[in-house]
Protein backbone atom coordinates (compact mmCIF):
# COMPACT_ATOMS: atom_id res chain seq x y z
CA UNK A 1 0.00 0.00 0.00
CA UNK A 2 1.72 3.40 -1.03
CA UNK A 3 1.46 6.51 1.36
CA UNK A 4 -0.48 8.12 -0.88
CA UNK A 5 -3.33 5.68 -0.71
CA UNK A 6 -3.09 5.66 3.62
CA UNK A 7 -5.57 7.67 5.78
CA UNK A 8 -4.66 11.56 6.20
CA UNK A 9 -3.36 11.00 9.76
CA UNK A 10 -1.24 8.19 9.36
CA UNK A 11 0.05 9.45 5.97
CA UNK A 12 0.52 12.95 8.27
CA UNK A 13 2.77 11.05 10.95
CA UNK A 14 4.76 9.48 8.68
CA UNK A 15 5.60 12.36 6.20
CA UNK A 16 6.51 14.19 9.87
CA UNK A 17 8.80 11.61 10.79
CA UNK A 18 10.78 11.40 7.75
CA UNK A 19 11.19 15.26 7.91
CA UNK A 20 12.03 15.34 11.08
CA UNK A 21 14.64 12.41 10.12
CA UNK A 22 16.16 14.53 7.20
CA UNK A 23 16.79 17.91 9.19
CA UNK A 24 18.36 15.81 12.06
CA UNK A 25 21.19 13.12 10.77
CA UNK A 26 22.02 12.04 14.02
CA UNK A 27 19.04 10.81 14.52
CA UNK A 28 18.55 9.14 11.39
CA UNK A 29 21.55 7.30 11.89
CA UNK A 30 20.84 6.67 15.59
CA UNK A 31 17.68 4.89 14.35
CA UNK A 32 19.60 2.83 12.35
CA UNK A 33 22.44 1.39 15.08
CA UNK A 34 20.56 0.95 17.96
CA UNK A 35 19.46 -2.32 17.23
CA UNK A 36 21.92 -3.96 15.65
CA UNK A 37 24.30 -2.01 19.04
CA UNK A 38 21.09 -3.10 21.37
CA UNK A 39 22.08 -6.99 20.05
CA UNK A 40 25.85 -6.51 20.29
CA UNK A 41 25.73 -5.05 23.88
CA UNK A 42 22.72 -7.69 25.08
CA UNK A 43 23.44 -10.73 23.60
CA UNK A 44 27.33 -10.36 22.76
CA UNK A 45 28.73 -8.61 25.26
CA UNK A 46 26.33 -9.38 27.66
CA UNK A 47 27.22 -13.23 27.62
CA UNK A 48 30.95 -11.82 27.76
CA UNK A 49 30.41 -10.24 30.46
CA UNK A 50 28.22 -13.47 32.39
CA UNK A 51 31.62 -15.60 31.19
CA UNK A 52 33.66 -13.39 32.82
CA UNK A 53 31.93 -13.00 36.23
CA UNK A 54 31.59 -16.96 36.33
CA UNK A 55 35.27 -17.29 36.05
CA UNK A 56 35.81 -15.52 39.28
CA UNK A 57 33.46 -18.22 41.26
CA UNK A 58 35.33 -21.69 42.12
CA UNK A 59 33.12 -24.82 42.81
CA UNK A 60 32.81 -26.23 46.51
CA UNK A 61 35.02 -29.40 46.55
CA UNK A 62 32.28 -31.09 48.69
CA UNK A 63 28.89 -30.46 47.38
CA UNK A 64 29.88 -29.70 43.46
CA UNK A 65 28.15 -26.58 44.04
CA UNK A 66 28.86 -23.35 42.54
CA UNK A 67 30.19 -20.84 45.55
CA UNK A 68 29.57 -17.04 44.27
CA UNK A 69 32.36 -16.24 46.22
CA UNK A 70 35.00 -13.61 44.15
CA UNK A 71 37.84 -15.98 44.21
CA UNK A 72 40.78 -16.71 41.54
CA UNK A 73 41.28 -20.14 42.63
CA UNK A 74 39.59 -21.09 38.82
CA UNK A 75 42.68 -19.05 37.45
CA UNK A 76 44.63 -20.81 39.62
CA UNK A 77 44.07 -24.11 38.54
CA UNK A 78 45.10 -22.66 34.61
CA UNK A 79 48.29 -22.59 36.10
CA UNK A 80 48.16 -26.37 37.42
CA UNK A 81 50.87 -28.57 34.76
CA UNK A 82 47.85 -30.44 33.03
CA UNK A 83 45.74 -27.24 32.32
CA UNK A 84 48.97 -25.22 31.60
CA UNK A 85 50.01 -27.70 29.02
CA UNK A 86 46.13 -27.58 27.05
CA UNK A 87 47.14 -24.12 26.71
CA UNK A 88 50.61 -24.12 25.72
CA UNK A 89 49.32 -26.83 23.21
CA UNK A 90 46.96 -25.03 21.77
CA UNK A 91 48.98 -21.69 21.59
CA UNK A 92 51.33 -23.37 19.46
CA UNK A 93 49.23 -25.01 16.97
CA UNK A 94 47.54 -22.15 16.80
CA UNK A 95 51.14 -20.63 15.91
CA UNK A 96 52.08 -23.29 13.67
CA UNK A 97 49.10 -23.54 11.78
CA UNK A 98 49.19 -19.76 10.99
CA UNK A 99 52.77 -20.06 9.72
CA UNK A 100 52.18 -22.74 7.38
CA UNK A 101 49.28 -21.03 5.84
CA UNK A 102 51.08 -18.11 5.59
CA UNK A 103 53.53 -19.86 3.66
CA UNK A 104 51.33 -22.04 1.77
CA UNK A 105 49.17 -18.93 0.82
CA UNK A 106 51.68 -16.60 -0.24
CA UNK A 107 53.03 -17.65 -3.70
CA UNK A 108 48.86 -18.94 -4.41
CA UNK A 109 48.15 -15.27 -3.60
CA UNK A 110 50.67 -13.81 -5.39
CA UNK A 111 50.09 -15.46 -9.07
CA UNK A 112 46.16 -14.69 -8.33
CA UNK A 113 47.24 -10.93 -7.42
CA UNK A 114 50.13 -10.17 -10.68
CA UNK A 115 49.48 -12.69 -13.01
CA UNK A 116 46.01 -13.78 -13.06
CA UNK A 117 43.65 -12.32 -15.23
CA UNK A 118 39.62 -12.47 -16.61
CA UNK A 119 38.60 -15.93 -16.34
CA UNK A 120 41.49 -16.96 -14.58
CA UNK A 121 41.24 -14.81 -11.67
CA UNK A 122 37.36 -16.34 -11.52
CA UNK A 123 38.66 -19.61 -11.66
CA UNK A 124 41.02 -18.61 -8.70
CA UNK A 125 38.37 -17.03 -6.66
CA UNK A 126 36.61 -19.79 -7.50
CA UNK A 127 38.64 -22.80 -6.32
CA UNK A 128 39.66 -20.86 -3.14
CA UNK A 129 35.84 -20.46 -2.17
CA UNK A 130 34.49 -23.96 -3.11
CA UNK A 131 36.05 -25.69 0.33
CA UNK A 132 34.26 -23.25 2.54
CA UNK A 133 30.90 -24.50 0.71
CA UNK A 134 31.25 -27.76 1.79
CA UNK A 135 29.87 -29.18 5.44
CA UNK A 136 32.67 -28.59 7.70
CA UNK A 137 32.28 -31.80 9.60
CA UNK A 138 31.94 -33.40 6.35
CA UNK A 139 35.77 -32.14 5.95
CA UNK A 140 37.06 -33.01 8.62
CA UNK A 141 35.76 -36.49 8.52
CA UNK A 142 36.71 -37.02 5.30
CA UNK A 143 40.41 -36.07 6.63
CA UNK A 144 39.85 -38.29 8.97
CA UNK A 145 39.84 -41.09 6.61
CA UNK A 146 42.57 -39.82 4.66
CA UNK A 147 45.26 -39.91 7.22
CA UNK A 148 43.69 -42.74 8.51
CA UNK A 149 45.76 -46.29 8.66
CA UNK A 150 43.60 -47.42 5.62
CA UNK A 151 43.52 -44.01 4.31
CA UNK A 152 45.38 -43.07 0.72
CA UNK A 153 48.27 -41.54 2.99
CA UNK A 154 48.94 -44.91 4.24
CA UNK A 155 48.75 -46.58 0.52
CA UNK A 156 51.04 -43.83 -1.16
CA UNK A 157 53.33 -44.54 1.62
CA UNK A 158 53.64 -48.49 1.72
CA UNK A 159 53.64 -48.45 -2.33
CA UNK A 160 56.70 -45.90 -1.78
CA UNK A 161 58.07 -48.26 0.86
CA UNK A 162 58.36 -45.38 3.29
CA UNK A 163 57.41 -46.28 6.75
CA UNK A 164 55.64 -43.48 8.60
CA UNK A 165 56.98 -43.34 12.13
CA UNK A 166 54.67 -41.32 14.53
CA UNK A 167 55.75 -42.69 18.18
CA UNK A 168 59.24 -42.59 19.97
CA UNK A 169 60.92 -39.51 17.19
CA UNK A 170 63.23 -37.38 19.39
CA UNK A 171 60.50 -37.16 21.85
CA UNK A 172 58.64 -34.02 19.47
CA UNK A 173 55.92 -32.42 20.70
CA UNK A 174 54.39 -32.66 17.17
CA UNK A 175 54.58 -36.70 17.29
CA UNK A 176 51.59 -38.74 19.06
CA UNK A 177 49.03 -41.24 18.26
CA UNK A 178 48.49 -44.45 16.42
CA UNK A 179 48.01 -43.18 12.76
CA UNK A 180 47.85 -39.80 11.24
CA UNK A 181 44.10 -39.59 11.97
CA UNK A 182 44.91 -39.24 15.69
CA UNK A 183 48.01 -37.21 16.07
CA UNK A 184 49.31 -34.13 16.30
CA UNK A 185 50.46 -33.71 12.91
CA UNK A 186 46.93 -34.94 11.43
CA UNK A 187 45.77 -32.36 13.68
CA UNK A 188 48.19 -29.63 12.12
CA UNK A 189 47.11 -31.20 8.04
CA UNK A 190 43.79 -30.69 8.80
CA UNK A 191 43.69 -27.24 10.36
CA UNK A 192 46.03 -25.87 8.13
CA UNK A 193 43.90 -27.20 5.09
CA UNK A 194 39.97 -25.67 6.98
CA UNK A 195 41.26 -21.93 7.68
CA UNK A 196 44.25 -21.66 4.60
CA UNK A 197 40.98 -20.19 2.60
CA UNK A 198 41.26 -17.31 5.25
CA UNK A 199 44.77 -16.89 4.82
CA UNK A 200 44.84 -16.24 0.96
CA UNK A 201 42.06 -14.04 0.80
CA UNK A 202 43.35 -11.08 2.55
CA UNK A 203 46.47 -11.81 1.37
CA UNK A 204 45.94 -11.67 -2.01
CA UNK A 205 43.89 -8.30 -1.82
CA UNK A 206 46.82 -6.84 0.24
CA UNK A 207 48.95 -8.04 -2.93
CA UNK A 208 47.06 -6.37 -5.20
CA UNK A 209 47.24 -2.96 -3.93
CA UNK A 210 51.17 -3.48 -4.49
CA UNK A 211 52.08 -0.97 -6.56
CA UNK A 212 53.69 -2.57 -9.86
CA UNK A 213 55.82 0.51 -10.41
CA UNK A 214 57.93 -0.11 -7.26
CA UNK A 215 58.45 -3.62 -8.39
CA UNK A 216 59.81 -2.01 -11.54
CA UNK A 217 61.97 0.64 -9.81
CA UNK A 218 63.33 -1.71 -7.73
CA UNK A 219 64.44 -4.00 -10.38
CA UNK A 220 65.89 -0.99 -12.59
CA UNK A 221 68.05 -0.32 -9.80
CA UNK A 222 69.44 -3.82 -9.79
CA UNK A 223 67.88 -5.76 -7.08
CA UNK A 224 67.80 -9.23 -6.57
CA UNK A 225 64.41 -10.87 -7.20
CA UNK A 226 64.96 -11.98 -3.42
CA UNK A 227 65.93 -8.06 -2.08
CA UNK A 228 63.06 -7.15 -3.53
CA UNK A 229 61.12 -9.30 -2.47
CA UNK A 230 62.29 -8.79 1.01
CA UNK A 231 62.40 -5.21 1.06
CA UNK A 232 59.21 -4.33 -1.36
CA UNK A 233 56.52 -6.92 -1.80
CA UNK A 234 57.15 -8.65 1.66
CA UNK A 235 56.68 -5.36 3.41
CA UNK A 236 53.49 -4.13 1.64
CA UNK A 237 51.86 -7.74 1.97
CA UNK A 238 52.60 -7.98 5.56
CA UNK A 239 49.14 -6.24 6.79
CA UNK A 240 46.79 -8.45 4.73
CA UNK A 241 49.07 -11.95 5.79
CA UNK A 242 47.97 -9.86 9.43
CA UNK A 243 44.61 -9.77 8.77
CA UNK A 244 44.71 -13.43 7.06
CA UNK A 245 46.30 -14.50 10.52
CA UNK A 246 43.39 -13.21 12.94
CA UNK A 247 41.22 -15.75 11.32
CA UNK A 248 44.01 -18.60 11.38
CA UNK A 249 45.15 -18.18 14.56
CA UNK A 250 41.83 -17.14 16.53
CA UNK A 251 40.00 -19.94 14.87
CA UNK A 252 42.31 -22.69 15.67
CA UNK A 253 42.55 -21.20 19.06
CA UNK A 254 38.71 -21.59 19.86
CA UNK A 255 38.33 -25.01 17.86
CA UNK A 256 37.29 -28.36 19.44
CA UNK A 257 36.07 -30.50 16.67
CA UNK A 258 38.77 -30.97 14.98
CA UNK A 259 40.94 -31.84 17.90
CA UNK A 260 37.89 -34.11 19.27
CA UNK A 261 37.95 -36.13 15.83
CA UNK A 262 41.43 -36.46 14.53
CA UNK A 263 43.61 -34.76 17.88
CA UNK A 264 43.25 -38.41 19.87
CA UNK A 265 44.21 -38.15 23.64
CA UNK A 266 45.37 -34.85 23.40
CA UNK A 267 43.22 -31.82 25.00
CA UNK A 268 43.09 -28.67 23.35
CA UNK A 269 41.41 -25.46 24.82
CA UNK A 270 37.70 -25.71 23.16
CA UNK A 271 37.92 -29.45 24.59
CA UNK A 272 38.56 -28.38 27.90
CA UNK A 273 36.16 -25.79 27.68
CA UNK A 274 33.48 -28.63 26.47
CA UNK A 275 34.53 -31.30 29.14
CA UNK A 276 34.81 -28.87 32.52
CA UNK A 277 31.22 -27.54 31.76
CA UNK A 278 29.56 -29.94 30.27
CA UNK A 279 31.25 -33.39 31.97
CA UNK A 280 33.13 -32.22 35.10
CA UNK A 281 30.26 -29.68 35.54
CA UNK A 282 33.48 -27.07 36.31
CA UNK A 283 31.64 -24.07 35.23
CA UNK A 284 34.29 -21.59 36.45
CA UNK A 285 37.17 -23.42 35.62
CA UNK A 286 35.73 -23.85 31.88
CA UNK A 287 34.99 -19.96 31.79
CA UNK A 288 38.83 -19.10 33.13
CA UNK A 289 39.60 -21.97 29.78
CA UNK A 290 37.53 -19.31 27.67
CA UNK A 291 39.13 -15.91 28.73
CA UNK A 292 42.41 -17.36 28.05
CA UNK A 293 41.63 -17.12 23.95
CA UNK A 294 39.73 -13.78 24.58
CA UNK A 295 43.00 -12.30 25.97
CA UNK A 296 45.06 -13.99 23.77
CA UNK A 297 42.94 -12.78 21.21
CA UNK A 298 43.01 -9.59 22.16
CA UNK A 299 46.51 -8.83 22.40
CA UNK A 300 46.76 -10.07 18.97
CA UNK A 301 44.33 -7.17 17.49
CA UNK A 302 45.84 -4.64 19.59
CA UNK A 303 49.20 -5.45 17.77
CA UNK A 304 47.40 -6.13 14.72
CA UNK A 305 45.90 -2.62 14.60
CA UNK A 306 49.14 -1.19 15.24
CA UNK A 307 50.38 -2.72 12.03
CA UNK A 308 47.57 -1.77 9.48
CA UNK A 309 46.04 -4.90 9.04
CA UNK A 310 42.77 -3.86 9.50
CA UNK A 311 43.18 -1.86 6.41
CA UNK A 312 43.38 -5.30 4.55
CA UNK A 313 40.11 -7.08 5.98
Not at 151 to 175: F, Q
Request: glycine fraction near 8%; charge should be neutral.
Amino acid sequence: MSIAALPAPRAGVLRGLSDFLLRRPGAYLALLLVPPLLWLGIIYLGSLFALLTNSFFSVDEFSGTIDYTLTLSSYGQLFQLANLDIVIRTVLMAAAVTLASAALAFPVAYYAARYAKGRMKAVFYLAVMMPLWSSYLVKVYAWKLILAKEGIVSWIADTLGVTVVLDGVLALPVVGGPSLSTSYIGTFLVFTYVWLPYMILPLQASLERVPGNLVEASEDLGAHPAQTFRHVILPLALPGMIAGSIFTFSLTLGDYIIPQIVGGSNLFIGQAVLIQQGTAGNIPLAAAFTVVPVAIMGLYLWGAKRTGAFDAL
